[in-house]
Nanobody
Framework: QVRLVESGGGLVQAGDSLRLSCAVS????????MGWFHQAPGKERTFVAA?????????YYADSVKGRFTISRDNAKTSVYLQMNDLKPEDSATYFC????????????????????????WGQGTQVAVSS
């Protein structure tokens, strides 16, 4: 059974940092692309960051978080992390981790990594609130 459990959210002030964690239970974790998305109330779910399987390739980031957020994974612990620095009020949202199988389809990872429909499994989310 596939399971993703996020943790680490909370209420912080602008400029603070948070580290989100996602514990993943899935066969062959190392090969899956791991992504983080967020969704603010009344808005669509949007891409935040992703990291390819086997720690190969360059992580991907939304322009809004480049230079502030860092995605990483620990294949031994089957976990993925999102270090969020210099948080801003506009970062407030529910953050979801998700997994995608890179072997599905013929497109390179770089073409689809931003699309939430490409991700097969999702966690329940962890809330982040940033006050100004």
């Amino acid at each position: 059974q596939v399971r993703l459990v996020e943790s680490g959210g909370g209420l912080v002030q602008a400029g603070d940092s948070l580290r989100l964690s996602c514990a993943v239970s899935i066969p062959g974790f190392s090969s899956w692309v791991m992504g983080w998305f967020h969704q603010a109330p009344g808005k669509e779910r949007t891409f935040v960051a992703a990291i390819p399987g086997w720690n190969t390739g360059t992580p991907y980031y939304a322009d809004s978080v480049k230079g502030r957020f860092t995605i990483s994974r620990d294949n031994a612990k089957t976990s993925v992390y999102l270090q969020m620095n210099d948080l801003k009020p506009e970062d407030s949202a529910t953050y979801f981790c998700a997994v995608a199988d890179p072997s599905v389809g013929k497109e390179p990872v770089s073409d689809w990594v931003f699309r939430d429909r490409r991700y097969a499994y999702w966690g329940q989310g962890t809330q982040v609130a940033v006050s100004s």
